[in-house]
């Protein structure tokens, strides 16, 4: 069974860097993008970061472009966002999601990567940043 289970929200000042964690059961990276979304309260979900595991391409929104970063340890079976910089307006559910290359529905985007048709989610870990 494919799992995903995030972790490292919680409640934040403006301006710290925290780094969420995913970490994956049931499957490998070798054949899988894996991405961090974000819900924020009031508004619909949006896409933060993606990795292609097959050659490391990373994909980011602009809203974070410069200050998140998306890493994985393979060995660990785990995907990590490092955010610095964060901002109120980062408040949000972030969630980590993996889309699978042979699952029929997986397709490629050059704006972002693999992330768009997803097979797997995780249920979140809430980010609250303080002003």
């Known amino acids: 069974e494919v799992q995903l289970v995030e972790s490292g929200g919680g409640l934040v000042q403006a301006g710290g860097s925290p780094r969420l964690s995913c970490a994956a059961s049931g499957f490998t990276f070798d054949d899988y993008a894996i991405g961090w979304f974000r819900q924020a309260p009031g508004k619909e979900r949006e896409g933060v970061s993606c990795?292609?595991?097959?050659?490391?391409?990373?994909y980011y929104a602009d809203s974070v472009k410069g200050r998140f970063t998306i890493s994985s340890d393979n060995a660990k079976n785990t995907v990590y966002l490092q955010m610095n910089s964060l901002r109120p307006e980062d408040t949000a559910v972030y969630y980590c999601?993996?889309?699978?290359?042979?699952?029929?529905?997986?397709?490629?985007?050059?704006?972002?990567?693999?992330?768009?048709?997803?097979?797997?989610w995780g249920q979140g870990t809430l980010v609250t940043v303080s002003s």
């Open positions: 990795m292609s595991s097959s050659d490391g391409s990373t």
């Open positions: 999601a993996a889309s699978w290359y042979y699952s029929g529905t997986y397709y490629y985007t050059p704006q972002w990567g693999g992330c768009n048709a997803l097979d797997a």
